[in-house]
């Protein structure tokens, strides 16, 4: 019995739970769909808004650009409007000139026809005038005309007599003038074979064969040499013999003798050039050092700073108006030597100013001093005595003789100097104007080395190639010319070459 009343409590418990799960399921349910409804309703009212809000800012955006319509339509009417208005203006205008215009006219035809009632009655009153003089005088009109005519001839041949003498007269004046003009025209034109001899060397070859090894494949040999020597080398059918033409006589010689050992050793090619001149250029320095050391004891000259003695050597490879400079100055320190025993002073002091007294001439550098006023300072900066400063400073009257070899110097410079055939002047401005033409190049920026070739006719132009374009190397070449014209005063004309070459050098050890 307890087991039926367990049974029904049980029966009844899950009745009554599945009663209560039911409700509770319901009730969820219900939840559920209020939720949905309301997120249903939350949604809506959002996309009314988003909708709302759209239509209001397409709304917006359609009247903006209403308004921008009509505003240039406006702006389009306002133009039209001011054009309309410009034109009526200038059509009342045209119309305002156009009166004005038939109004001119009107009153110039009026002026017209009163000028030519004026000139009628004019001609009128000329011919009553010429038929009175008539009458007066007694001839006609085409008689006068005779006479008038000429008594101007009569006095035209007068005042053309006077302008004649007063020519002539002038003339006269200017006569010597005009020919020492003459005469130098004449003497520029025979000094060629002077400045020839002063400026060209022969290079004697074994065969012509040689000639086409020297000029190397399209002229590669010919325009290295030229290019590290400076030299123009003149390759022409004279037989046997080529020429070396250079104002400077140390590149005359560097390129000689290079080009006699290229030729001995048959190996010839830009690079061996190169070698061989640089090679040749130390002999020469140290063969114009020996020459100056020979010069120092022939005059039994010691002490000597070795500087001075190397300028004394290249002395060789200078010339004072045609004459050798070393020459020149040993010839000088044997006359003042000679003069300085008779007068009683020291004959050593006199022969040792008497060879240096032109050593400003010598420095390749030359600046804007006078060789005296160089020579003194050069001698000055080697520990020479002040008496023989002076006597080379003061040997042109730069400075004021203070000793007794000043005037000996000045007047033993002056016989050498006088000696018949010693000096040509015209050597002297031909070199001073080669080395203008040089010094003047080189002053532009970029410019490695200069040379004046064709006695002063062309002018090469070595540029460093990582300074200077090719563009700008037309352009340096009208510049230096344009310097040189408005800079220089030169005969006939000058050809500016610039030449730009790129190099690439490395060594394999």
């Known amino acids: ?77 306002d133009r039209a409007k001011a054009k309309e208005n410009k034109l009526e203006q200038q059509i009342s205008d045209l119309g305002r000139k156009e009166k004005q215009i038939e109004k001119t006219r009107s009153d110039f035809d009026a002026k017209f026809r009163g000028i030519e009632v004026r000139m009628k009655e004019l001609d009128k009153t000329q011919e009553q005038r010429v038929s ?127 080009l006699h050992q290229l030729v001995t050793d048959g190996r010839i090619h830009p690079a061996r050039v190169e070698e061989i001149v640089a090679k040749t250029r130390k002999q020469l320095d140290e063969e114009i050092a020996e020459t100056g050391k020979r010069t120092c ?47 009683g002073i020291n004959p050593k002091i006199a022969k040792r100013a008497g060879l240096l007294h032109d050593i400003g001439k010598v420095p390749e550098d030359e600046p804007e001093l006078p060789h005296a006023i160089l020579g003194m300072k050069i001698a000055e900066k080697y520990g020479e005595k002040p008496d023989v400063l002076n006597a ?23 016989v050498s100097g006088a000696r018949p055939g010693a000096r040509r002047e015209i050597v002297e401005a031909y070199v001073k104007r080669i080395k203008d033409l040089e010094s003047l190049a080189l002053a532009f920026d970029g410019v490695a080395s200069a040379y004046a070739i064709q006695a002063g006719r062309e002018l090469r132009v070595m540029v460093e190639a990582d300074r200077v374009s090719d563009a700008r190397s037309e352009e340096l070449s009208f510049q230096i010319s344009e310097k040189i014209q408005t800079e220089m005063t030169y005969p006939g004309q000058v050809r500016i070459t610039v030449i730009r070459e790129k190099r690439a050098v490395n060594y394999a050890k």
């Open 132 to 258: 009175e003089l008539s009458k007066i005088s007694g001839l006609s009109a085409e008689d006068a005309k005779n006479a008038l005519m000429e008594a101007l001839k009569d006095e035209a041949k007068t005042a053309a007599m006077i302008h004649i003498k007063e020519i002539t007269e002038e003339a006269k004046l200017n006569a010597n003038k005009e020919a020492r003009k003459i005469v130098i025209q004449c003497i520029q034109r025979v000094a060629t074979e002077q400045a020839i001899e002063n400026a060209v060397s022969v290079f004697n070859i074994e065969s012509d064969e040689v000639k086409g090894r020297i000029i190397g494949r399209e002229g590669r040999n010919i325009r290295a040499l030229e290019a590290a020597t400076g030299v123009e080398i003149i390759v022409d059918d004279t037989p046997e013999a080529i020429m070396l033409s250079c104002f400077d006589p140390v590149r005359r010689e560097i390129a000689r003798l290079s």
């Open 392 to 414: 080379i400073g003061a040997h042109h009257d730069e400075i004021e003789m203070t000793t007794l070899y000043s005037p000996l110097v000045q007047v033993c410079d002056a």
């Open 1 to 77: 019995m307890e087991i039926v009343y367990i049974v029904g409590a049980l029966i009844a418990g899950v009745a009554l739970g599945l009663v209560v799960q039911r409700i509770m399921l319901k009730s969820k349910a219900e939840n559920l769909i209020r939720e949905a409804e309301s997120k249903a309703e939350s949604i809506k009212k959002d996309k009314m808004f988003q909708a709302k809000e759209r239509f209001l800012s397409l709304k917006q955006e359609h009247e903006t650009k209403i308004k921008e319509r009509e505003r240039r339509i406006q702006s389009t009417e």
């Open 297 to 343: 004891i022939d005059l039994g000259i010691h002490g000597l700073h070795p500087e001075l003695v190397k300028m004394v050597g290249r002395m060789k490879y200078r010339s004072s108006y045609g004459q050798n400079l070393l020459q020149h100055s040993r010839e000088v320190a044997n006359l003042c030597a000679t003069m300085a025993s008779e007068l």
